[in-house]
Protein backbone atom coordinates (compact mmCIF):
# COMPACT_ATOMS: atom_id res chain seq x y z
CA UNK A 1 0.00 0.00 0.00
CA UNK A 2 0.91 3.45 -0.51
CA UNK A 3 0.96 6.37 1.53
CA UNK A 4 1.46 10.20 1.50
CA UNK A 5 1.32 12.37 3.97
CA UNK A 6 1.07 16.22 4.36
CA UNK A 7 1.98 17.69 7.56
CA UNK A 8 1.06 20.93 6.46
CA UNK A 9 -2.76 22.04 6.73
CA UNK A 10 -1.84 25.98 5.97
CA UNK A 11 1.04 27.61 5.15
CA UNK A 12 1.35 31.38 4.21
CA UNK A 13 4.54 32.91 2.11
CA UNK A 14 5.51 36.66 1.49
CA UNK A 15 5.24 37.31 -2.16
CA UNK A 16 8.81 37.06 -3.62
CA UNK A 17 9.87 34.64 -1.18
CA UNK A 18 10.21 31.36 -1.22
CA UNK A 19 8.62 28.58 0.44
CA UNK A 20 8.89 24.74 0.97
CA UNK A 21 6.06 22.40 0.95
CA UNK A 22 6.06 19.15 2.90
CA UNK A 23 5.58 15.66 1.65
CA UNK A 24 6.37 12.19 3.01
CA UNK A 25 5.54 9.02 1.49
CA UNK A 26 5.59 5.49 2.08
CA UNK A 27 6.02 2.51 -0.32
CA UNK A 28 7.40 -1.21 -0.74
CA UNK A 29 7.95 -0.38 -4.32
CA UNK A 30 11.21 0.22 -5.63
CA UNK A 31 10.29 1.75 -8.57
CA UNK A 32 7.92 4.54 -8.11
CA UNK A 33 6.86 8.24 -9.24
CA UNK A 34 6.12 11.59 -7.08
CA UNK A 35 3.96 14.40 -8.23
CA UNK A 36 2.88 17.32 -7.39
CA UNK A 37 -0.52 18.95 -8.42
CA UNK A 38 -2.11 22.42 -7.95
CA UNK A 39 -5.58 23.04 -7.21
CA UNK A 40 -6.47 26.91 -7.34
CA UNK A 41 -10.01 27.95 -6.12
CA UNK A 42 -11.56 27.31 -9.43
CA UNK A 43 -10.64 23.40 -8.56
CA UNK A 44 -9.53 22.35 -11.47
CA UNK A 45 -6.19 20.09 -10.90
CA UNK A 46 -2.42 21.29 -12.56
CA UNK A 47 0.30 19.41 -13.02
CA UNK A 48 3.15 20.87 -11.32
CA UNK A 49 6.74 18.52 -11.34
CA UNK A 50 7.21 14.82 -11.26
CA UNK A 51 10.16 13.12 -10.09
CA UNK A 52 10.81 9.60 -10.69
CA UNK A 53 12.17 7.18 -7.99
CA UNK A 54 15.73 6.20 -10.18
CA UNK A 55 16.35 9.85 -11.07
CA UNK A 56 19.24 11.05 -9.63
CA UNK A 57 18.93 14.82 -9.81
CA UNK A 58 16.10 16.57 -8.04
CA UNK A 59 13.21 17.54 -10.47
CA UNK A 60 12.76 21.78 -11.91
CA UNK A 61 9.87 22.98 -13.47
CA UNK A 62 10.09 27.01 -13.79
CA UNK A 63 9.79 28.09 -10.40
CA UNK A 64 8.68 24.75 -8.88
CA UNK A 65 11.87 22.72 -7.73
CA UNK A 66 11.51 19.41 -5.66
CA UNK A 67 13.53 18.70 -3.09
CA UNK A 68 13.93 14.43 -3.39
CA UNK A 69 15.71 12.67 -0.43
CA UNK A 70 15.04 9.08 -1.07
CA UNK A 71 16.59 7.56 2.20
CA UNK A 72 14.13 9.77 4.13
CA UNK A 73 11.40 9.31 1.60
CA UNK A 74 10.71 12.50 1.26
CA UNK A 75 9.43 14.96 -1.75
CA UNK A 76 9.28 18.38 -0.95
CA UNK A 77 7.81 21.03 -3.29
CA UNK A 78 9.69 24.59 -3.29
CA UNK A 79 8.44 27.47 -5.24
CA UNK A 80 11.10 30.25 -5.91
CA UNK A 81 10.01 33.83 -5.92
CA UNK A 82 6.09 33.51 -4.50
CA UNK A 83 3.85 34.76 -6.51
CA UNK A 84 0.11 35.94 -5.38
CA UNK A 85 -1.28 33.54 -8.22
CA UNK A 86 0.06 30.98 -6.07
CA UNK A 87 -2.18 30.98 -3.95
CA UNK A 88 -3.99 27.70 -3.96
CA UNK A 89 -4.38 24.10 -2.45
CA UNK A 90 -1.02 22.01 -3.29
CA UNK A 91 -1.45 17.89 -3.32
CA UNK A 92 1.65 15.70 -3.10
CA UNK A 93 0.57 12.38 -4.98
CA UNK A 94 2.39 9.13 -5.58
CA UNK A 95 2.23 6.45 -8.74
CA UNK A 96 3.35 2.76 -7.99
CA UNK A 97 5.67 0.87 -10.19
CA UNK A 98 5.91 0.14 -13.80
CA UNK A 99 3.07 1.00 -16.05
CA UNK A 100 0.34 0.69 -13.04
CA UNK A 101 -0.79 4.04 -12.95
CA UNK A 102 -3.14 4.62 -10.16
CA UNK A 103 -2.22 7.50 -8.28
CA UNK A 104 -2.75 8.08 -4.54
CA UNK A 105 -3.06 11.90 -2.83
CA UNK A 106 -1.86 13.31 -0.10
CA UNK A 107 -4.24 15.88 2.23
CA UNK A 108 -3.35 19.02 0.52
CA UNK A 109 -1.28 22.27 1.78
CA UNK A 110 -3.58 25.48 1.44
CA UNK A 111 -0.97 27.90 0.75
CA UNK A 112 -1.68 31.61 0.91
CA UNK A 113 0.98 34.06 -0.61
CA UNK A 114 0.38 37.58 1.31
CA UNK A 115 0.91 40.85 -0.87
CA UNK B 1 -5.82 20.59 -28.05
CA UNK B 2 -8.61 20.26 -25.60
CA UNK B 3 -8.25 19.73 -22.32
CA UNK B 4 -10.57 17.01 -20.08
CA UNK B 5 -13.84 18.17 -19.96
CA UNK B 6 -16.74 16.88 -17.62
CA UNK B 7 -20.70 17.08 -17.54
CA UNK B 8 -22.28 18.11 -16.13
CA UNK B 9 -20.28 20.89 -14.29
CA UNK B 10 -22.95 21.08 -11.46
CA UNK B 11 -25.45 18.50 -10.54
CA UNK B 12 -28.28 18.13 -7.65
CA UNK B 13 -29.94 14.63 -6.90
CA UNK B 14 -32.85 14.18 -4.79
CA UNK B 15 -31.72 11.34 -2.89
CA UNK B 16 -32.53 7.84 -4.17
CA UNK B 17 -32.19 9.11 -7.92
CA UNK B 18 -29.52 7.92 -10.20
CA UNK B 19 -27.05 10.06 -11.77
CA UNK B 20 -24.91 9.74 -15.09
CA UNK B 21 -21.31 11.77 -15.14
CA UNK B 22 -19.89 12.20 -18.09
CA UNK B 23 -15.72 12.66 -19.03
CA UNK B 24 -14.11 13.28 -22.20
CA UNK B 25 -10.21 12.82 -22.26
CA UNK B 26 -7.70 14.21 -24.04
CA UNK B 27 -7.91 12.68 -27.92
CA UNK B 28 -4.97 9.98 -27.70
CA UNK B 29 -4.66 9.06 -23.89
CA UNK B 30 -4.89 5.60 -23.53
CA UNK B 31 -5.38 5.55 -19.35
CA UNK B 32 -8.43 7.26 -17.95
CA UNK B 33 -9.16 7.72 -14.44
CA UNK B 34 -11.88 8.53 -11.50
CA UNK B 35 -11.61 10.08 -8.37
CA UNK B 36 -13.76 11.67 -5.76
CA UNK B 37 -12.72 14.62 -3.82
CA UNK B 38 -14.33 15.37 -0.37
CA UNK B 39 -14.44 18.95 0.73
CA UNK B 40 -11.45 19.82 2.04
CA UNK B 41 -9.86 15.97 1.11
CA UNK B 42 -7.14 15.47 -1.52
CA UNK B 43 -8.82 13.05 -4.58
CA UNK B 44 -9.13 9.41 -3.62
CA UNK B 45 -9.02 7.00 -6.60
CA UNK B 46 -12.18 5.38 -7.69
CA UNK B 47 -11.31 3.64 -10.79
CA UNK B 48 -9.28 3.15 -14.13
CA UNK B 49 -9.25 2.60 -17.66
CA UNK B 50 -6.77 1.35 -20.02
CA UNK B 51 -8.57 2.13 -23.16
CA UNK B 52 -11.48 -0.07 -22.64
CA UNK B 53 -10.60 -2.48 -20.23
CA UNK B 54 -11.60 -1.21 -16.50
CA UNK B 55 -8.17 -2.47 -14.93
CA UNK B 56 -8.59 -1.39 -11.24
CA UNK B 57 -12.25 -0.42 -9.89
CA UNK B 58 -10.86 -1.21 -6.00
CA UNK B 59 -11.74 2.22 -4.78
CA UNK B 60 -15.50 2.02 -6.14
CA UNK B 61 -17.44 2.51 -2.51
CA UNK B 62 -20.19 0.40 -3.41
CA UNK B 63 -21.82 -1.38 -6.21
CA UNK B 64 -24.23 1.71 -6.51
CA UNK B 65 -21.46 2.85 -8.35
CA UNK B 66 -20.79 1.88 -11.91
CA UNK B 67 -18.18 2.94 -14.67
CA UNK B 68 -17.79 2.20 -18.47
CA UNK B 69 -15.64 3.27 -21.22
CA UNK B 70 -16.78 1.27 -23.86
CA UNK B 71 -15.25 2.61 -26.92
CA UNK B 72 -11.82 3.46 -25.18
CA UNK B 73 -12.79 7.26 -25.68
CA UNK B 74 -15.62 8.98 -23.74
CA UNK B 75 -16.50 7.51 -20.37
CA UNK B 76 -19.25 7.86 -17.75
CA UNK B 77 -19.51 7.09 -13.67
CA UNK B 78 -23.14 6.16 -12.86
CA UNK B 79 -24.19 6.82 -9.17
CA UNK B 80 -27.41 4.52 -8.64
CA UNK B 81 -29.48 5.46 -5.76
CA UNK B 82 -27.83 8.58 -4.66
CA UNK B 83 -27.04 9.01 -0.89
CA UNK B 84 -26.16 11.96 1.17
CA UNK B 85 -22.98 10.49 1.39
CA UNK B 86 -22.27 10.04 -2.42
CA UNK B 87 -22.08 14.19 -2.37
CA UNK B 88 -18.82 15.32 -3.92
CA UNK B 89 -16.61 16.61 -6.86
CA UNK B 90 -15.96 14.21 -9.09
CA UNK B 91 -12.80 14.51 -11.12
CA UNK B 92 -11.80 12.45 -14.05
CA UNK B 93 -8.38 12.08 -15.17
CA UNK B 94 -6.61 11.02 -18.56
CA UNK B 95 -2.70 10.42 -19.56
CA UNK B 96 -0.94 8.96 -22.39
CA UNK B 97 -0.18 6.52 -20.38
CA UNK B 98 2.42 4.92 -22.52
CA UNK B 99 5.73 5.67 -21.26
CA UNK B 100 6.60 7.37 -17.61
CA UNK B 101 5.96 9.74 -16.19
CA UNK B 102 2.07 9.05 -16.55
CA UNK B 103 1.15 12.38 -15.60
CA UNK B 104 -2.26 12.52 -15.39
CA UNK B 105 -4.04 15.49 -16.62
CA UNK B 106 -7.87 16.46 -14.76
CA UNK B 107 -11.20 17.79 -16.01
CA UNK B 108 -12.79 20.52 -14.15
CA UNK B 109 -15.14 18.19 -11.87
CA UNK B 110 -18.76 17.61 -11.37
CA UNK B 111 -19.95 18.96 -8.22
CA UNK B 112 -22.42 16.70 -6.88
CA UNK B 113 -24.94 17.19 -3.95
CA UNK B 114 -27.35 14.98 -2.65
CA UNK B 115 -30.48 16.36 -0.76
Known amino acids: AQKITQTQPGMFVQEKEAVTLDCTYD???????LFWYKQPSSGEMIFLIY??????QNATEGRYSLNFQKARKSANLVISASQLGDSAMYFC????????????FGTGTKLQVIP | GAGVSQSPRYKVAKRGQDVALRCDPI?????LFWYQQALGQGPEFLTY????????KSGLPSDRFFAERPEGSVSTLKIQRTQQEDSAVYLC?????????????FGPGTRLTVT
Open chain 1, 27 to 33: TSDQSYG
Open chain 2, 49 to 56: FQNEAQLD
Open chain 2, 27 to 31: SGHVS
Open chain 2, 93 to 105: ASSFGLQAPYEQY
Open chain 1, 93 to 104: AMRGSGGYQKVT
Open chain 1, 51 to 56: QGSYDE
